[in-house]
């Protein structure tokens, strides 16, 4: 089964959604290139000017997967959204940005307009 049909076969089940879809296709045995877009992984990405601000989560992950490197394996993907995460939690906070701390504020366009 291709990966786009999978998570939306799983996306089916009850309390399912894109997040734990993609969760099981890439950091399963299946090991498909698919990105867990959580809250803290989104905000960032839409603080970076990646995703659009109001973009809901399929947007949100249609347009970050677009951007995707086509070499990445879906390990690259798992770890992507780690740091990204951490990134999210320890910096790029919903009320409180850190940007002058932040290791990913050259790559942000809120970041760098923050820091001029």
Same mark, same amino acid.
């Not at 099981?24 to 045995?29: F, K, L, Q």
């Not at 603080?47 to 394996?73: C, F, H, N």
């Given at each position: 089964?291709?990966?786009?049909?999978?998570m939306a076969w799983l996306e089916q089940l009850p309390g399912v959604g894109r997040k734990?879809?993609?969760?099981?296709?890439?950091?399963?045995?299946?090991?498909?290139?698919?990105?867990?877009?959580?809250?803290?992984?989104?905000?960032?990405?839409?603080?970076?000017?990646?995703?659009?601000?109001?973009?809901?989560?399929?947007?949100?992950? #249609?347009?970050?997967?677009?951007?995707?490197?086509?070499?990445?394996?879906? #390990?690259?993907?798992?770890?992507?959204?780690?740091?990204?995460?951490?990134?999210?939690?320890?910096?790029?906070?919903?009320?409180?940005? #850190?940007?002058?701390?932040?290791?990913?504020?050259?790559?942000?366009?809120?970041?760098?307009?923050?820091?001029?």
């Amino acid at each position: 089964m291709e990966t786009d049909a999978a998570m939306a076969w799983l996306e089916q089940l009850p309390g399912v959604g894109r997040k734990i879809a993609a969760g099981v296709v890439n950091a399963s045995t299946l090991d498909r290139k698919a990105l867990v877009l959580d809250s803290h992984h989104r905000r960032v990405l839409q603080r970076m000017g990646l995703v659009p601000q109001k973009a809901d989560t399929a947007r949100a992950y #249609a347009a970050i997967m677009s951007a995707m490197p086509s070499e990445w394996s879906a #390990a690259d993907y798992d770890e992507h959204h780690l740091l990204m995460k951490e990134i999210g939690r320890a910096f790029c906070r919903p009320a409180s940005m #850190a940007c002058g701390e932040c290791p990913a504020q050259a790559l942000c366009g809120t970041g760098r307009a923050r820091a001029g």
